[in-house]
C-alpha cells in the first residue's frame, strides 16, 4: 500500500503560504506517496497542483455531494455531502498530516489527526498545539511524514 499523506491547511492563503504547499505536494508526489487533501481551493489547491505536475496521485475529500466542486487538479474527487465533518475522513486517511497555516477547520483537522495517533506536521504555522512537530521546510515536512508511516 502507498503511503498517504495529508496536506490541511487555509482555504485563502497568503501567497507564500500557497506556494510552499505547491512545494510540499511536489515533494510527496516525488516520494511516491499518495496526496489527500479537502479538494478545494487555496492551500488544497496549491498541494494539488504541486503533486500532480510532479506526476503524483491526488485525492481530494469534497463536503458536498458534488464531485465537480473538486479543483482541477484532483484525480479521485471523494464526495461525502458531510460539510466540515469530511475532516475526520481526511485525518482517518493519512498516514500522516502536514499542517499549514488555517482556522478553525485546519485545527479541527490536526486534534483528530492527533486523537487518532497520527504524525501532524507543521509547515509554515504560528503556533500549532503539543504534540504537532514544526519543519523547516516542504522536504523535511515530506521527510518526517514518510517517517511516521
Not at 490541511?8 to 489527500?36: F, M, N, Q, Y
Amino acid at each position: 500500500m502507498r503511503t498517504i499523506i495529508g496536506v490541511i491547511g487555509d482555504s485563502d492563503p497568503a501567497p507564500e503560504t500557497a506556494a510552499l504547499a505547491e512545494e510540499a505536494g511536489a515533494e510527496i508526489a516525488r516520494a511516491g506517496a499518495v496526496l489527500v487533501c479537502g479538494g478545494l481551493g487555496g492551500v488544497m489547491q496549491a498541494a494539488a497542483r504541486g503533486a500532480k505536475e510532479a506526476g503524483g496521485l491526488t485525492v481530494g475529500v469534497l463536503p458536498t455531494y458534488d464531485a465537480q466542486s473538486a479543483n482541477s487538479f484532483i484525480d479521485i474527487p471523494v464526495v461525502t455531502g458531510m460539510g466540515h465533518a469530511r475532516n475526520v475522513i481526511i485525518a482517518a486517511t493519512a498516514h500522516a498530516l502536514i499542517a499549514m497555516s488555517g482556522a478553525h477547520g485546519t485545527l479541527s483537522e490536526i486534534a483528530i489527526g492527533l486523537k487518532l495517533g497520527k504524525r501532524v506536521v507543521s509547515l509554515g504555522r504560528d503556533a500549532s498545539p503539543a504534540g504537532v512537530v514544526p519543519a523547516a521546510s516542504a522536504r523535511e515536512a515530506v521527510r518526517m511524514a514518510l517517517e511516521s508511516s
